[in-house]
Antibody, heavy 119, light 107 residues
Framework: QLQLQESGPGLVKPSETLSLTCTVSGGSISSSSYYWGWIRQPPGKGLEWIGS???????YYNPSLKSRVTISVDTSKNQFSLKLSSVTAADTAVYYCARARSYDPPRGWGQGTLVTVSS | DIQMTQSPSTLSASVGDRVTITCRAS??????LAWYQQKPGKAPKLLIY???SLESGVPSRFSGSGSGTEFTLTISSLQPDDFATYYC?????????FGQGTKVEIK
């Protein structure tokens, strides 16, 4: 059974870079036709897609965040990662990682991890 | 990018009520639309995919319809476990977008 688990610092200072990792178990991150994505949810607000990486390595980012986001894969560790630079308080959110097959919505989600941006 | 607009933002209903939530896309997304249910502190749970296909294990009181730019999620008889927030999501393009959510509250 597929499981995804987010990990990383729960507190990041303004202007610094937020870094999170999603560890995948019960499936290979190299499996063809899958997207691996990041979605966030500010406290009390709705869901915002951050970006995705396809198994081939192609990346897709939310235009509103594109200049600050990098998503990458580490196949040796069966993990994928999110880096969000120059963070502000507006980036405080629960961050989820998720998997989606081509032409399917994300089904497998991590439990989410809260990241607070504060000095 | 494609914008998704849900209505209403909040809905007050009683157990047994029929509930309908609407989602509109800013351009045609064919049937590439999903509906999720989210409860506080939990990750979203997929209910409907491809506009009208019921996810395995989801009760049959949930149904979805629509194509193009207009979509609906219907709960035929609201149950106590259904009080939650519902989101639509388009996956027509590589750039996913979510609706702003509809909170279903107890009347």
């Amino acid at each position: 059974q597929l499981q995804l688990q987010e990990s990383g610092p729960g507190l990041v200072k303004p202007s610094e870079t937020l870094s999170l990792t999603c560890t995948v178990s019960g499936g290979s991150i190299s499996s063809s036709s899958y997207y691996w994505g990041w979605i966030r949810q500010p406290p009390g607000k709705g869901l915002e897609w951050i970006g995705s990486i396809y198994y081939s390595g192609s990346t897709y980012y939310n235009p509103s965040l594109k200049s600050r986001v990098t998503i990458s894969v580490d196949t040796s560790k069966n993990q994928f990662s999110l880096k969000l630079s120059s963070v502000t308080a507006a980036d405080t959110a629960v961050y989820y990682c998720a998997r989606a097959r081509s032409y399917d919505p994300p089904r497998g989600w991590g439990q989410g991890t809260l990241v607070t941006v504060s000095s | 990018d494609i914008q998704m607009t849900q209505s209403p933002s909040t809905l007050s209903a009683s157990v047994g009520d029929r509930v309908t939530i609407t989602c509109r896309a800013s351009q045609s997304i064919s049937s590439w639309l999903a509906w999720y249910q989210q409860k506080p502190g939990k990750a979203p749970k997929l209910l409907i995919y491809k506009a009208s296909s019921l996810e395995s294990g989801v009760p049959s009181r949930f149904s979805g319809s629509g194509s193009g730019t207009e979509f609906t999620l219907t709960i035929s008889s609201l149950q106590p476990d259904d009080f939650a927030t519902y989101y639509c999501q388009q996956y027509n393009s590589y750039l996913w977008t979510f609706g702003q959510g509809t909170k279903v509250e107890i009347k």
